[in-house]
């Protein structure tokens, strides 16, 4: 990932849309946005179709990094 993050070539960032979800965190239950990944390589612009849960996109932004590396690698 940090070839990723030192330069321009990939990013992976949340947008989150209005539909909205329940999250209990300890004794406290809150309302979250359900979030879009959009993801950047160059100057190429693509935002996901899919909707993610704001705690748990960091697993698909993980494998998207892990794809990219792994893709980046093999040439």
Request: net charge positive; glycine share 6%; hydrophobic share 30%.
């Amino acid at each position: 990932m940090s070839w990723a993050l030192k330069g321009n070539h990939l990013r992976v960032y949340p947008v989150a849309t209005k539909s909205m979800y329940t999250h209990k965190i300890g004794k406290k239950t809150v309302n979250l946005n359900y979030v879009k990944l959009v993801l950047e390589i160059g100057n190429a612009k693509h935002e996901g179709k899919e909707e993610y849960k704001q705690h748990e996109m960091h697993e698909k932004v993980c494998e998207i990094y892990k794809h990219y590396y792994d893709k980046r690698t093999i040439k």
